[in-house]
C-alpha cells in the first residue's frame, strides 16, 4: 500500500513509477521484435500502447537488442517535409546512441530527396554502425495523418521489409508502429501500394487476474476487500485500462472504509456521469471520435445506435464504419460480433445521445423514414386484412359449394340405394341359381376327387416304376462298369498269356536247343576217350552177354545194367582216375533221356532201382581200372582196390558241375538202398577189408 497509484494520461506509466499491468500483449509483442518482425498496434488512445511500447524496449534492452522510441508529438505537425525529416533522423539516431552528426549528415546529401536520405540513413549509417539487432518504436502515428507527405515515410519503412530478400542485414531491423489508426489509414493515396506488411498485436482490456495481482496491492484494503472492490468495478468497466486505473485511484484517494457496490456506483457516477463526465478526457475523446472525426456520421451513429440496442451487428475489418468504432473505443469484438465496450459507455452514450448528435437534417428524415414505416406498416395490415375478407369469402364459397355438393351426394346416395335393391333381388335369385349349381359342382367336385386320387395311385406306381426303372439302369451300369472292367482285366491277362506263352515257347526253344546241344555232346565225345575205352568196355560187354545168353530172364536187367555202366564207364573214367566234370555233365544230360522205371532183379542180382528226375542225386558207379573200381573224392583221396564203388551226387543244376559227396565200399548184398545203383558180385574183385 506504499505504492502510489499513479494515473498517466497521453504518457506512460514508467515516466512517473507508477504500477504497470502485464497482459498477453506483451509477450507477443516482445516475441515478434526478437524475431525480427514488424508489428503494428493500432488501437483507441489510453488504452496503454506506450506503456507497453517501454516495457518491451526495456525488455529488449536486456536481451542485447538496440532500441529507439520515436514519439512523433515531438516532432509536431509541421508542413515542411525536411524539418519533419530531420527532426525524426535526429530522435532515431539519439535513441540508438549515434555519434553523428545528422543535420550535417542531411545537408552532404542535399542532392538526393527526402525518402532517399530517409532510407540511405538506415542503409550506411544506422545498420553500419550497430553490428547487432535494431528495433525502432513509432509512436503516435496518427499525427501523420494530417500531413500529405506521409505515404512516402511509410512506403519507406515497407521498403525496409521488401529489402530483406536481396540484402540479408536488413534482417536486423524492425519497426513496430502505435497509434490511433487504421492499416489503411497510413497510406492514403489508393493508387500506391497499401501497407500491408508487419502483424497486428491486439492490446485487450485488463482481466480481473491481472488487475487483482497488481492493483490491490496499491488500495488501502485487505487483499480480501481489495479483490471485492476491483470486481465492483470491473463491472463498471469491463477492465478498461485508463476507466479501471481512475476509478481505483479513486479508491485509493477515499482512504480505507466499508466499500460496497452501491459505494462504487456512487464513484463511478460522480467520477463519468454529469458535469465532471462532460469534461472527462477519455469520454471526450470517444464523443469527438463518433462525430466530428467520424468518416460517415450518420452510419457510424446508426451502427452504434443498432449495437447499443443489443442487436446482432457482424465485425468487418473491411468496413470503415465498424472498424472506427473499434478504433474510437467503444465497442470491441466478440465471438464475431460488435459490443458496447463496458457499462460506463453505454450509459454516457445512450440511446438519447445519439438522437442529441444526430444532425437536423437527419432528424427530419429520420422521422419521415419512420412515417414511411408507419405507412408501410399500415399498408401492410391493409394488404393483411384483404386478404384475410378474401380468404373468408373463399371459405365461405367453399362451404356454400361442400353443402350443394352433400344435397347432390345425397341424391346420388338414394339412387344408389334403389340401383343396390334391385341388385339385391337379382343376387338373391342369381344365389339360388348358384345353390343349384354349387351342388352340381359339388358332385363333380367328388367325382374329380376320386378321379385325383385314381391319378394320385397312378403317379405314385409311375413314380415306383420309374424309381425301379433308375435302380435297374443303376445296375446295369453298375454291371457294365464291371464287365468292362473285367474285359479290360481280361484283355490284360490275355496280353500277359501271350507273353508268357511267347516266353513258354522261347524257353521250348530254348529247351530244344539244349537237347540238341546234349545229343550233339554226346557224339561229339573226343575219340581219344573212345578208344581208350573201348578195350575194357568190349571185355565188359562181352561178359555181359554170356551173362544175358545163359539167363534169358536176366537178359533185360543185365543189358540195363550194362548199357548204363557202359555209359557210366565211357563218361567219367579218364586217364588219371579222377571224375571229369565236363564228362559228368554230359552224363547228366544222358540221364534225363533214360526211362523212369523200376527194376526188380532175379535171384542171381541184388535188387537195382534207377529214378532220374530233374535235378535229383543219382547213384553211378564207376568203371573198374586194372583189376579195380578206383576214383577220387572231392577231396583228391584215392579209392581203388574195392568190389564196387558207390557215388552220390548232389542234386544239382545242368549250370553246375556235379561234385562227388560220398564213396562207400563193402559187399553187395549189404545194399539195400532204393536209390544206389549196384552191379554183379562177379564182375567185380572183392573188396579187402
Known amino acids: 500500500m506504499t505504492n502510489p497509484l499513479v494515473l498517466t494520461v497521453g504518457g506512460t506509466v514508467q515516466a512517473e513509477g507508477g504500477i504497470y499491468v502485464e497482459r498477453p500483449a506483451d509477450d507477443r509483442l516482445f516475441e515478434l521484435c526478437l524475431q525480427h518482425k514488424f508489428a503494428f498496434v493500432l488501437t483507441s488512445r489510453q488504452l496503454g500502447k506506450s ?46 546512441s549515434l555519434d553523428i552528426d545528422v543535420v550535417r549528415w542531411w545537408r552532404e546529401h542535399t542532392a538526393l530527396g527526402f525518402t532517399h536520405r530517409f532510407t540511405l540513413f538506415f542503409r550506411d549509417i544506422v545498420l553500419n554502425k550497430i553490428p547487432g539487432d535494431i528495433v525502432v518504436f513509432v509512436d503516435e502515428i496518427d499525427a501523420t495523418l494530417r500531413l500529405d507527405f506521409t505515404d512516402d515515410f511509410f512506403a519507406a519503412i515497407r521498403s525496409f521489409y521488401t529489402d530483406r530478400a536481396t540484402e540479408p542485414r536488413f534482417k536486423r531491423l524492425a519497426f513496430v508502429l502505435l497509434g490511433v489508426a487504421t492499416p489503411s489509414d497510413l497510406i492514403k493515396n489508393s493508387g500506391r501500394t497499401p501497407f500491408n506488411i508487419g ?91 463518433l462525430t466530428r472525426y467520424s468518416p460517415d456520421l450518420e452510419g457510424v451513429l446508426y ?39 463496458n457499462k460506463i459507455y453505454r450509459t454516457v452514450f445512450d440511446d438519447a445521445w445519439v438522437r442529441d448528435n444526430l444532425p437536423r437534417e437527419t432528424l427530419r428524415q429520420q422521422r419521415i423514414r419512420v412515417l414511411r ?74 367325382e374329380a376327387e376320386s378321379q385325383r386320387q385314381r391319378a394320385l395311385q397312378e403317379e405314385k406306381a409311375a413314380k415306383t416304376a420309374a424309381a425301379e426303372a433308375n435302380q435297374s439302369a443303376a445296375d446295369a451300369a453298375a454291371q457294365r462298369q464291371l464287365a468292362e472292367a473285367s474285359a479290360a482285366d481280361a484283355a490284360s491277362q490275355r496280353d500277359e498269356a501271350d507273353k508268357q506263352t511267347k516266353i513258354a515257347q522261347s524257353e521250348a526253344q530254348k529247351a530244344g536247343l539244349a537237347a540238341a546241344e546234349a545229343k550233339k555232346a554226346l557224339a561229339d565225345l573226343t575219340a581219344s576217350e573212345q578208344q581208350r575205352s573201348q578195350l575194357s568196355g568190349r571185355a565188359y560187354a562181352l561178359r555181359l552177354a554170356d551173362r544175358a545168353n545163359s539167363s534169358p530172364a536176366a537178359q533185360e536187367d543185365v543189358t540195363l545194367a550194362g548199357w548204363l555202366a557202359l555209359y557210366s564207364f565211357w563218361a567219367t573214367y579218364s586217364l588219371d582216375g579222377t571224375v571229369s566234370t565236363q564228362s559228368l555233365a554230359a552224363l547228366a544230360r544222358v540221364s534225363a533221356l533214360l526211362p523212369r522205371t523200376a527194376i526188380v532183379p ?21 568203371p573198374p581200372s586194372n583189376g579195380s573200381i578206383g576214383g577220387r573224392s572231392r577231396t583228391g ?32 548184398s549189404a545194399i539195400k538202398t532204393e536209390r544206389w545203383l549196384c552191379f554183379p558180385k562177379q564182375a567185380w574183385v572183392p573188396c579187402r577189408g
Open 303 to 341: 451502427a452504434y445506435r443498432e449495437i447499443c440496442r443489443g442487436r446482432t451487428v457482424r465485425d468487418d475489418e473491411h468496413s470503415i464504419i465498424k472498424a472506427h468504432l473499434k478504433l474510437s473505443g467503444i465497442v470491441r469484438a466478440e465471438n464475431g460480433a460488435l459490443v458496447v465496450r
Open 51 to 96: 506503456s507497453l511500447m517501454v516495457a518491451t524496449a526495456q525488455r529488449l534492452e536486456k536481451e542485447g537488442v538496440r532500441c529507439a522510441i520515436v514519439d512523433l508529438n515531438r516532432i509536431g505537425s509541421t508542413p515542411d517535409p525536411e524539418r519533419w525529416y530531420v527532426g525524426l533522423l535526429k530522435e532515431i539516431g539519439s535513441g540508438l
Open 373 to 446: 414505416r408507419w405507412l408501410l406498416i399500415a399498408l401492410a395490415a391493409l394488404l393483411i386484412l384483404s386478404a384475410g375478407l378474401a380468404y373468408v369469402l373463399y371459405l365461405k364459397h367453399k362451404a356454400d359449394s361442400a353443402t350443394k355438393a352433400a344435397i347432390q351426394a345425397g341424391q346420388r346416395a338414394d339412387r344408389l340405394a334403389r340401383e343396390k335393391e334391385a341388385e339385391a333381388a337379382r343376387s338373391a335369385q342369381l344365389a339360388n341359381d348358384k345353390s343349384a349349381l354349387a351342388q352340381a359342382a359339388e358332385l363333380a367336385r367328388g
Open 637 to 668: 583221396q584215392s579209392l581203388s582196390r574195392c568190389g564196387f564203388l558207390l557215388t552220390v551226387l548232389r542234386p544239382m543244376r545242368f549250370r553246375q558241375p556235379p561234385l562227388l559227396t560220398q564213396v562207400g565200399c563193402g559187399p553187395l
Open 602 to 622: 532175379n535171384p542171381g542180382y541184388h535188387r537195382l532201382t534207377t529214378r532220374f528226375p530233374s535235378g535229383a542225386a543219382d547213384c553211378l558207379p564207376v
Open 199 to 289: 502483424t497486428r498485436v491486439d492490446l485487450t482490456d485488463f482481466a480481473i487476474d491481472e488487475a487483482v495481482s497488481r492493483l490491490s496491492p496499491a488500495l488501502p484494503l485487505s487483499p480480501e476487500r481489495g479483490r471485492q472492490v476491483l470486481e465492483w468495478i470491473f463491472e463498471w468497466t469491463h477492465g478498461h485500462p485508463y476507466l479501471t486505473l481512475v476509478l481505483s485511484n479513486a479508491v485509493r484517494q477515499e482512504g480505507a472504509r466499508d466499500w460496497t457496490r452501491r459505494d462504487i456506483a456512487d464513484l463511478v457516477s460522480q467520477t463519468f456521469f454529469g458535469d465532471k463526465g462532460r469534461s472527462e478526457r477519455n469520454l471526450q475523446f470517444v464523443s469527438g471520435m
